[in-house]
């Protein structure tokens, strides 16, 4: 049962409940009755209270609030025909029962006056239990869910009134937030459809630390099974004592996911044998020690689901993710999924409103061609704005064929800056770096190795998309939406100060990629030169292999950490904080987000948060940090603004002697690699960086202020 609703009104067999000043649900009473227990879709009606009345107007009923009315007809037996309007009584839709379809959310840039949520269909979890199998002597056939009690159930919510945020604040607050994935889900993942043997599974993931490129997750597809297809019984001519796999991989810090291709064992998606064989076969492999489950949603066969328009790939979410928590509930449950509507790259329909509960998604078996490359990142930035799935992701390098080296290369820098860094392919095809050769193998491990440098940013990321849902990649149109430009899909910003714009097409014959980029308003610059940009604007650009084109918000801080090869717990006692300064005067505060990286303790708030807040004004800057947990070692590289020729710089009020403190001049050159911490110059196009190290207590505050000459 949801929180109860504190206003109400009932008009023949509608009830419309006021839900916010932006947001009201209106029901046609079902079999039952009135709904007011937790849905599959809907976890929690109450908001803000809204003062709403219902007055008598002719032959209908009008609800009022201040922001908006519904209409509805005296005696209503339904929602077809039922107006909604502006508060001045401008018609903003008439309800049919088309609109309750699922749909994608709107954008940014094109928000509508109205957006209808249907509840469809309307099923009720047994409380407290979810998709597990009910206890012996409890069973009905569908093991106590409820699907009796289905009707037209509406949530309107009015986004040009309320703004992109409010809006997805709402949804969110009814479907239910993204979860925090654990840490380790934002290292490196590698998988393939091949017979590994405990052997040979361990041999490559020895391979991995040889050549320094990190690993976090590795993956046996189908054969580590009895008839490499369906059910849960271990081939042991591959894995003997899999037990002891599972440990010598952990010993190595590597987790590992298994594939599961379901098939149906019961009459129904609820049956309690259905339920029961599900739970017993995956538990007993998380009881050896297994991670994650890659529930693959099969082929000709596959998982029943329980009613009529709720798809199995959600359903499957569902399931797989109950029976994980279920079994270790003090763990953050991760699921691999097909992303739902995407069909092997293909986006072809909206997902159930649902799925974003329930991370992570890939697109499915996609091909090594350039086209899919391309499609993988607008799935991956669309994703995360129309459906609030932030972790949609492609198979890195293609499922099918085998790319030449600029694609695979092209692909894995993509997949440094993507959501989800998963490599995969078929069988009798690898994505092995090394079997590229060793200049392939130096760029891609350079590109991965970044990733990991970067893991406060793309943690900090993954908080602010439980928080909030804002995604991991933030088309630009989040923050610019009044910019057609700010919509193209095929750029993106990582977290709050990093503008990525993949690379999607091969470069001509003897010359370096090309793309145009848009750079958005403000100071940005460009990574490997040092080159500012001012935006809005246009621009070519142009990278080598070793390149990818990356843009540095100036007014903005990138946090990076010493170089890991596992992904370890989310606390960074050792910080490098690049702050580049701007010429614009403004501020930006930052997030740094550090817990356990594994337990579900951050649901009732174990995490700490760390604000960084960067403010310019004339020709000073002042960087603002708050008292974080723990005492931290920090690199601080003051990045000054084009054209400055000198500089001082102060802590908590006192001047710092400049023996303290380096002044890197730029170097005579491109960066060969990004962010990797002290003593590192700026390229040959940048200004000059200020570099102090130090350490900060528990518990204290610091502030730095920078003053400069214009050169």
């Known amino acids: ?50 003062d709403a009345t219902a007055t008598p107007a002719g032959e209908s009923v009008r609800v009022e609030t201040a922001t908006y009315r519904v209409v509805v007809p005296a005696g209503a037996a339904g929602l077809e025909g039922i107006r909604v309007e502006s508060a001045t009584g401008e018609t903003l839709c008439v309800l049919a029962s088309a609109m309750l379809a699922k749909k994608f959310l709107p954008a940014p840039s094109a928000l509508p006056a109205v957006w209808v949520l249907g509840d469809a269909p309307r099923i009720v979890p047994p409380a407290g239990r979810g998709a597990l ?20 159930d509406a949530y309107v919510f009015f986004p040009a009134a309320s703004g992109y945020s409010a809006f997805r604040a709402d949804f969110l607050r009814l ?25 040979t599974a361990l041999a490559v993931i020895d391979r991995f630390r040889t050549e320094h490129i990190p690993l976090d997750v590795f993956t046996l597809d189908t054969d580590w099974r009895v008839g490499a297809s369906c059910g849960y019984a271990i081939n042991t001519m591959l894995f003997p004592d899999m037990a002891r796999f599972l440990r010598q991989a952990h010993d190595r810090q590597v987790r590992v996911m ?65 029976i994980t928590r279920a079994h270790r509930p003090q763990q953050r449950p991760l699921i691999l999924s097909n992303a739902d509507g995407i069909n092997n790259g293909r986006l072809d329909a909206p997902p159930h409103p649902a799925a974003h509960r329930f991370p992570v998604w890939w697109t499915g078996d996609t091909v090594a061609q350039w086209h ?21 992701h492609e198979d890195l390098g293609g499922h099918h064929g085998q790319p030449e080296a600029e694609l695979y290369v092209r692909f894995m ?22 079997e590229y050769g060793a200049e392939v193998t130096r760029i891609v491990g350079d590109f991965f190795r970044l990733r990991y440098r970067l893991l406060p940013m793309l943690y900090a990321a993954a908080y602010e998309a439980s928080r909030s849902g804002i995604p991991l990649l933030r088309r630009c149109d989040l923050e610019w939406p009044d910019r057609p430009e700010a919509a193209d899909s095929t750029q993106y910003l990582l977290g709050d100060s990093l503008l990525v714009a993949p690379v999607l097409e091969p470069a001509p014959a003897g010359g370096e990629a090309e793309r145009t980029v848009w750079i958005p308003p403000g100071e940005w610059m460009e990574a490997w030169t040092g080159r500012t940009y001012r935006g809005p604007i246009t621009i070519g650009a142009r990278c080598a292999l070793t390149e990818y084109p990356i843009y540095v918000r100036r007014g903005g801080m990138v946090f990076s950490i010493p170089q890991r090869h596992t992904t370890g717990i989310a606390e960074w006692p050792q910080l490098v904080v690049d702050a580049f300064l701007s010429t614009d005067n403004g501020s930006r505060t930052q997030r740094l987000y550090e817990d356990d990286g594994i337990t579900t303790a951050y649901e009732q708030g174990a995490g700490t948060v760390t604000e960084f807040t960067l403010r310019q004004a004339g020709c000073a800057t002042t960087l603002t940090v708050a008292a974080g947990p723990k005492r931290r070692e920090v690199v601080l590289r003051i990045h000054l603004p084009p054209g400055v020729r000198a500089a001082a710089m102060w802590r908590n009020g006192r001047r710092v002697p400049e023996t303290q403190y380096a002044v890197l001049p730029p170097s005579g050159g491109r960066a060969d690699q990004l962010f990797t911490g002290a003593g590192v110059a700026p390229p040959a196009g940048a200004s000059p960086v200020l570099e102090w190290r130090g350490a900060w207590a528990a518990g204290e505050a610091t502030e730095f202020r920078i003053a400069w000459q214009p050169g």
């Open 1 to 50: 049962m949801t929180k109860p609703v504190p206003v109400s009104f009932v008009i023949g067999d509608v009830r419309v409940q006021p839900l916010g000043p932006h947001l009201v649900r209106i029901e046609q009473r079902g079999p039952a009755g009135f709904e007011d227990r937790e849905t599959f879709t809907v976890v929690e009606r109450t908001g803000p209270e809204v």
């Open 258 to 322: 298994f594939n599961d291709h379901p098939e149906p064992q019961g009459p129904a998606a609820l049956d309690p044998q259905e339920l029961r064989f599900r739970q017993q076969g995956l538990t007993g492999l998380l009881e050896q020690g297994v991670d994650v489950w890659w529930y693959d949603r099969n082929w000709h066969t596959h998982l029943q689901t329980p009613a009529p328009g709720l798809g199995r790939e959600t359903w499957g979410m569902r399931l797989y993710h109950d």
């Open 372 to 392: 899919y490359l391309r499609m993988g990142v607008v799935n991956g930035v669309k994703s995360g704005i129309r459906s609030l799935m932030p972790y949609v």
């Open 133 to 152: 199998p009910p206890p012996a002597g409890e069973e009905d056939e569908h093991s106590g869910w409820d699907l009796r009690n289905s009707a037209p």
């Open 175 to 199: 479907t239910g937030g993204v979860p925090l994935v654990p840490l380790y889900a934002l290292g490196l993942w590698y998988s393939r459809y091949h017979p590994y043997s405990e052997d």
């Open 413 to 434: 820098q993509y997949g440094a800056f993507a959501p989800v860094a998963r490599l995969h392919c078929t069988a009798k095809v690898h994505r092995y770096p090394w």
